[in-house]
């Protein structure tokens, strides 16, 4: 059905152009936005009509009420939408009659007229003449009820967009927080600033990488996992405070909480330390939930998260050993392994960094509101410095909501020597079968011998804090085009290309 609708609208384009009407038109002039109108005229009575003034505006058409000679029609745009009157007396019989026959849910349309609201109290435009601006070739999805299917919701974003007022409403806010974060960043004497997505080696992260070829040097290359090698290599150039939002690249599993591009921010501040990550972190989120909301608490899939600072500060081994009664830095591997295998885990990978990570998978959901998990062992943190008082850890933490992480920062390793020992112990994993183990950068380690002064910086996963904001269950709700499979749509065209070849 939707392909036979579809060939009558191509036919009907053609039909438009044989009449002289050029169903895509170059520009329209507006003078308000829907939103506009609805400020400006708010305070008219039901009955009143205001006559003397002309607008202009323009949208897309979400419903059209026919009436014989007149009819009720509401257009949309970005900002808000508005009901709109047309009568056959008033724009002439030929106007009216390509209104009825041309123009559908779907169209893009301009219109000059008056403002009146109606006897049943809707704030709506008395159309004195309207243009047609894009004509719409396919059927709008369950007569404006919007996307159901998922991976279809995903894959045609921009249907769900028109459709849905609630995905639209989510993406303004993530744009808006986005926003907020960066105005925040620069408050703070941050410069942002950008790094390369393509990379010779792996490093800032412990993740599997997406490899490319580079023709032109004939090598390999991988999409970045993190920026985090980069940017502090601006530190050691000079720069005091930096930060970047953009994309990281993981080829790795699809959840949930997880996708393979995601969007980060990442900083880092000279002669400052993880304690005043911790700071920043929590001033930074408080700011943007704070501004969106005009308060501190969230709902998030039934439960509230507050916000405020401070948040709750605990170390890692304390947590573990709360719940697990083992002691990361105490017991042995072959206790932590036996701790394990009685909570149903047998480590693929029986390193000690491996088993601590296994381990606080089995506790990290027992976290609800924001809480700092400090001081992890320095078998999991190959860039973080050691902890002042307790060369076994380092100076590092987690921020956990309701069981995800959100930002992983250090007091950041600066010792050459040291550095350059974590990378082996790095190699020596990635030798044992370790695909996400880091990589030998040397020269981010040619650039830490230059000098990287005392400096602190954190990762923050966007598109999980746009999550709360928004109360999106899935990850992929907040991301507008998350990766999805291929389209049999794009199969099909291919197969009927090369048929005709």
Not at 119 to 147: A, N, Q
Not at 310 to 337: C, N, Q
Not at 357 to 381: G, Y
Request: aromatic share 12%; glycine share 6%; net charge negative.
């Amino acid at each position: 059905m939707s392909d036979f609708i579809r060939e009558q609208k191509i036919k009907e384009v053609e039909e438009l152009r044989e009449m002289g009407i050029n169903p895509f038109p170059y520009k329209y002039e507006r003078t308000h936005t829907c939103e506009e109108v609805v400020e400006e005229f708010e305070g008219i009575n039901p009955g009143e009509t205001k006559e003397d003034v002309s607008l202009k505006v323009c949208g897309r058409i979400m419903a059209i009420r026919d009436h014989g000679k007149s009819a009720f029609f509401v257009i949309k745009d970005f900002y808000s939408k508005l009901q709109a009157y047309i009568r056959k007396s008033e724009v002439g019989a030929e106007k009216y009659d390509l209104f009825k026959k041309h123009i559908s849910t779907g169209d893009f349309i301009g219109i000059t007229g008056f403002p009146f609201r109606s006897k049943t109290g809707e704030l709506s435009i008395y159309v004195k003449d309207f243009e047609l601006l894009t004509k719409s070739v396919r059927p709008m999805p369950e007569k404006w009820h919007g996307l159901k299917d998922k991976e279809i919701i995903y894959r045609q974003r921009y249907v769900d967009l028109l459709s849905n007022e609630e995905s639209m409403n989510r993406f303004k806010i993530r744009f808006k927080a986005m926003q907020l974060i960066r105005e925040f960043m620069i408050s703070r004497g941050y410069v942002e600033v950008e790094t390369p997505m393509l990379h010779y080696t792996l490093g800032g992260a412990s993740a599997r990488p997406f490899v490319t070829h580079m023709n032109a040097y004939d090598i390999d290359m991988y999409m970045r996992i993190a920026p985090e090698l980069y940017l502090k290599r601006f530190i050691v150039g000079g720069f005091d405070r930096v930060f970047e939002i953009n994309r990281n690249f993981r080829n790795e599993g699809v959840s949930y909480k997880h996708s393979p591009e995601f969007t980060m921010m990442e900083l880092y501040q000279s002669y400052a330390d993880y304690n005043d990550m911790m700071e920043l972190q929590e001033s930074l989120f408080a700011f943007v939930v704070k501004e969106l909301f005009g308060t501190y608490e969230v709902e998030y899939q039934g439960n509230k998260i507050n916000f405020e600072p401070p948040w709750d500060r605990v170390s890692m081994r304390d947590f573990i050993k709360r719940y697990l009664s083992v002691d990361i830095l105490e017991d042995t591997d072959e206790k932590l392994l036996e701790v394990l295998k009685n909570n149903g885990v047998v480590p693929e990978l029986k390193d000690r960094g491996h088993l601590v990570d296994e381990l606080w998978d089995l506790v990290e959901d027992k976290i609800v509101n924001p809480t700092f998990i400090t001081e992890h062992p320095v078998e999991i943190s190959p860039l973080a410095k050691r902890h002042r008082e307790d060369p076994r850890i380092t100076e590092r933490f987690e921020s956990i909501v309701l069981g995800r992480e959100m930002s992983n920062a250090f007091s950041e390793l600066n010792d050459p020597i040291d550095q350059k020992g974590r990378f082996d112990m790095q190699a020596e994993l990635r030798e044992g079968g370790d695909e996400e183990a880091q990589m030998m950068d040397l020269d981010f380690l040619r650039a830490l011998e230059y000098g990287l002064p005392p400096t602190a910086g954190m990762g923050i996963g966007i598109d999980r804090f746009v999550m709360f904001l928004t109360d999106a269950s899935s990850i992929r709700d907040v991301i507008a085009f998350p990766m999805v499979k291929p389209d049999k749509l794009f199969e099909e065209y291919e197969e009927e290309e090369k048929e005709e070849e």
